[in-house]
C-alpha cells in the first residue's frame, strides 16, 4: 500500500469524528467510542508512517489534489513530523480516556457539554495538521483550528473563573496569529512563495536585513505560541483554570507545536540568517525565569505551568545551538517533556479529586492514604527534575554535551555564553527538583493532623492562589481508567529511559535530517527548485 | 513591485486605529480592535500580490504576465473566514462575562439547560431588565448628544436604571 494515502488521513479522520461526534451530540456513549477509535486510528496510522518513514529514509510527501508544488499544497511528513505525530496521537488518545471516565464518574460535571468531543477532535486535526503541513500558510491554518478549539476548551461551561482566564489566553492567541499572517504576509511579498522547501531557497538570496526582519517577526510569532520568556506571561494566568484533562493536553501538546514551528523556521527556512546568539540567551532566561517563578507557588498546577514554561527553554537552548547534536537531543527532550508534562497534570488531577484541593498547604497525608499516588507523582516529578536514569536527565545531558562541544568552535554564539546557559540549566534542573519534592513532601509525607498551623521554612515563600480558595471538597472516589490512562504515561515515560538508545538513534537520524536543509527540498522537489 | 498608495495609507490608518483600540479595557472595543488590524492585515496581504492585473484565467490572448497574482487573494479569502469564527466566539465570550458580571456569582448557575424554574425566571427578569438598560443607555446618549450641543459636559449619571 502507498503510505502517501495515510498522510491526508491524519488531518481527516479527527476533523470528520468531529462532524460525527456533533451530530451524535445527545448520545454520549456514541460519541466516545467515534472519538477513541477515531484518535486511536491516527495514532497506528502514524506509527505506520514513522516506521515507513524512518526505513526508506525519505519523507511521504502529498500534493493535495495533484496539484504540482509551489502551486498545490504540499503535506511532508519526514521523521520529525512523524515522530511529532505518533507522540501526539498517543497522548491525545490517553487524556482523552481520561477525561470520558471522568466525565462519566463526576456525571459529566466538569465537561458537562456535548461540545467536548468535537472540540477536542478539532484541536487534535488542527496539531496534526500543523505537524504535516509542507506550507507556511497551512501553518497556519493548522494553528487557527487548534487554538480556536483550544478557546472552547478552556472557556468550557463558561464559568467566571475561566472566562477570566479565557480572556487573557484568546487575547494574547490573536495577537500572535495576528504576527504570523503579518509575517506571512511579508515573506510572500519578498520571495513570491508560501511552500516551505521553496522559501528555504528564495529567502537564502535576499539581503541579509531583510532575512533578519523576516525571521524575527516569524520566531516572535511563534515564541508567543511555545511561551518563550519574555512572552510567555499568558501561560501561569490561562492555563490551570481549565479542566485537568485539557489542562494536560494544552501543556503537554499545545506550546510544543510552538517549538516544532521554531525547528522548522531555524532549520528549514531560515538556514543562511543566524540568530542563535538570541535564541541562547532566550533560552537561558525562559529556564531562569521559569522556574524562579515555580518556586513562589502554592498551587500545584499553577507551579507546573510555570516548571512547563521554564523547561521550554531547554529546547530553546538546543535550537539555538545548530548542531546536529543539539537538535538530536532537542528532538529527543521534546517527546520526553510531552509525556512527563501530561503525566505530572494528569497525576494532579487525581490528587485534586483524591484530595479536594491543589494547594500545598491543605494537602497532607496523601502517602497513607494512597501509595499509588505518590508514586505516579513522584517518578515523573524526578523524571522531570533530570534524575538519572530518567529520560529528563538523558535529555538534559544530551543537550549539555552538545552545548560543550560546540563551545569551543562558538558554534551557536561565544563560548562563554554556551557554558552561562548550561550552568543555568543544570541551575534549573536542581530548582524543577526543589520545587517538585517540596510539594511532594508536603502533600504526600506530611501527617494530616499537622495541616493546622503548619509553620515550615519551605513554605514560608509560597504564595496563594485566589484561584486556590476554598476549593477542598469531600474526597470522590477516583475511576479505574483514570489511574490505568495516568499509570500508562508515567510507564511510557519510563519507557524513554528504557528504550533511550534506540530512540535516540532515532532522534539523531532526524537530527541529520534537519541540519541538511537539502533533504527536505529534495522531498517536496524531487527534480529540484525551479 | 508596484504598490497602491491608496491601500497602503488605508492599511496604516487601519493598523493605527486598530491597535489604539484593542489597548482599551472594555471587550467589545478590543474586539472591534482586532477586526480592524485583522482587515489592515488582509490588505497587507492583497498589497503583496503587486500591481493589479486581468482575473487570473490563462487563454490564448492571456499572458502569465498580465493576470494578477492569485495565491495572496485565496489568502485573504481564508484569512476572512477564520477571522469572522473567532469574532462569532468572541461575541459569545463577550454576552457571557456581560452575563456574569451583572449576575455575579450567580450566573455561573443559570445556564440554558436550567430546569429551576425560579432561576429561570429570574434569568427572564435580568433579560427584560437588560432590554431595558438599552432604552435607558439610547436615551442617555440621545440626552448627552442635546447636551453636548449646549456644553461638553457629560452627564454623571449611571447607566443602569
Known amino acids: 500500500m502507498n503510505p502517501a494515502i495515510l498522510v491526508p488521513l491524519v488531518v481527516l479522520l479527527p476533523l470528520l469524528g468531529a462532524a460525527v461526534t456533533l451530530v451524535l451530540g445527545r448520545h454520549r456513549r456514541a460519541q466516545m467510542a467515534v472519538s477513541a477509535s477515531v484518535l486511536a486510528a491516527v495514532a497506528v496510522i502514524s506509527a505506520v508512517l514513522l516506521a515507513t518513514v524512518d526505513a526508506s529514509g525519505a519523507g511521504v510527501v502529498v500534493q493535495v489534489g495533484g496539484w504540482e508544488p509551489p502551486f498545490g499544497i504540499s503535506l511532508v511528513v519526514d521523521r520529525l513530523a512523524a515522530i511529532m505525530l505518533l507522540i501526539s496521537a498517543i497522548v491525545l488518545l490517553g487524556v482523552l480516556v481520561y477525561a470520558v471516565s471522568q466525565g462519566v464518574a463526576d456525571r459529566h460535571r466538569e465537561t458537562p457539554v456535548s461540545i467536548f468531543h468535537p472540540a477536542y477532535l478539532i484541536l487534535s486535526a488542527g496539531v496534526f495538521n500543523a505537524f504535516i503541513a509542507g506550507d507556511l500558510f497551512n501553518l497556519y491554518v493548522g494553528f487557527e483550528i487548534l487554538l480556536s478549539a483550544s478557546y472552547v476548551l478552556l472557556t468550557l461551561g463558561g464559568t467566571g473563573e475561566r472566562i477570566r482566564a479565557g480572556v487573557t489566553y484568546i487575547l494574547v492567541s490573536l495577537v500572535s496569529s495576528l504576527f504570523f499572517l503579518s509575517a506571512i504576509a511579508l515573506i510572500y511579498g519578498a520571495t513570491g512563495t508560501a511552500n516551505i522547501a521553496q522559501l528555504s531557497v528564495r529567502i537564502a538570496e535576499l539581503p541579509d536585513s531583510v532575512q533578519l526582519i523576516l525571521h524575527l517577526l516569524l520566531l516572535l510569532a511563534f515564541g508567543i505560541k511555545a511561551a518563550v520568556f519574555p512572552l510567555s506571561f499568558w501561560l501561569p494566568d490561562s492555563y490551570p483554570t481549565a479542566p485537568a484533562p485539557v489542562t494536560a493536553v494544552f501543556a503537554g501538546l499545545l506550546t510544543k507545536v510552538g517549538v516544532y514551528a521554531i525547528i522548522r523556521t531555524e532549520t528549514v527556512i531560515f538556514q543562511e540568517s543566524d540568530v542563535s546568539t538570541l535564541l541562547l540567551v532566550i533560552g537561558g532566561l525562559t529556564m531562569l525565569v521559569g522556574i524562579l517563578g515555580a518556586l513562589t507557588q502554592a498551587d500545584i498546577k499553577r507551579l507546573l505551568s510555570f516548571t512547563l514554561v521554564s523547561h521550554i527553554g531547554y529546547m530553546i537552548f538546543g535550537i539555538g545551538l545548530a548542531t546536529e547534536l543539539g537538535l538530536a537531543a532537542t528532538i529527543y527532550y521534546v517527546v520526553h517533556h510531552i509525556t512527563v508534562q501530561t503525566a505530572l497534570f494528569l497525576t494532579t488531577g487525581l490528587i485534586e479529586r483524591f484530595g479536594g484541593s491543589t494547594s500545598i498547604n491543605r494537602l497532607a497525608g496523601l502517602l497513607k492514604a494512597s501509595p499509588l499516588l505518590a508514586i505516579l507523582f513522584f517518578i515523573p516529578a524526578l523524571n522531570l527534575g533530570g534524575i538519572p536514569p530518567f529520560s529528563g536527565f538523558l535529555g538534559k545531558l544530551g543537550l549539555f554535551i552538545a552545548g560543550a562541544e560546540g563551545a569551543p568552535e562558538s558554534v551557536g554564539g561565544p563560548a562563554w555564553l554556551t557554558w552561562t546557559v548550561i550552568a543555568a540549566g543544570a541551575a534549573t534542573s536542581l530548582i524543577t527538583l526543589y520545587a517538585l519534592t517540596r510539594f511532594w513532601n508536603m502533600a504526600f509525607w506530611r501527617d494530616r493532623d499537622e495541616v493546622e498551623g503548619y509553620d515550615s521554612p519551605l513554605l514560608n515563600s509560597v504564595l496563594e492562589w485566589e484561584g486556590s480558595g476554598d476549593t477542598a471538597v469531600a474526597t470522590r472516589t477516583i475511576p479505574v481508567p483514570m489511574v490505568v490512562v495516568t499509570t500508562a504515561l508515567v510507564a511510557i515515560t519510563v519507557l524513554l529511559t528504557v528504550f533511550a538508545g534506540p530512540l535516540f538513534d532515532l532522534a539523531g537520524r532526524t537530527a541529520a535530517d534537519l541540519v541538511d536543509p537539502s533533504v527536505y527540498i529534495g522531498l517536496v522537489f524531487p527534480g529540484g527548485v525551479r | ?161
Open chain 2, 1 to 161: 513591485m508596484t504598490a497602491s498608495l491608496t491601500l497602503v495609507v488605508l492599511m496604516a490608518v487601519l493598523f493605527g486605529a486598530g491597535i489604539t483600540i484593542m489597548l482599551e479595557r472594555s471587550l467589545t472595543r478590543v474586539l472591534i480592535g482586532f477586526l480592524l488590524v485583522g482587515n489592515a492585515v488582509n490588505i497587507l496581504i492583497f498589497l503583496m500580490s503587486g500591481a493589479p492585473g486581468l482575473a487570473p484565467l490563462l487563454s490564448d490572448d492571456v499572458t502569465a504576465d498580465d493576470i494578477s497574482d492569485p495565491v495572496p487573494q485565496a489568502f485573504v479569502l481564508t484569512a476572512i473566514v477564520i477571522n469572522l469564527g473567532i469574532t462569532a466566539f468572541m461575541l459569545a465570550l463577550i454576552y457571557r462575562s456581560w452575563w456574569l458580571a451583572r449576575l455575579g456569582e450567580k450566573g455561573d448557575l443559570v445556564d440554558d439547560e436550567d430546569d429551576l424554574e425560579e432561576e429561570v425566571e429570574e434569568a427572564e427578569g435580568l433579560i427584560r431588565s437588560s432590554a431595558a438598560d438599552d432604552l435607558a443607555i439610547q436615551e442617555l446618549i440621545d440626552a448627552s448628544d442635546e447636551e453636548f450641543e449646549q456644553s461638553p459636559e457629560r452627564p454623571d449619571e449611571e447607566v443602569r436604571p
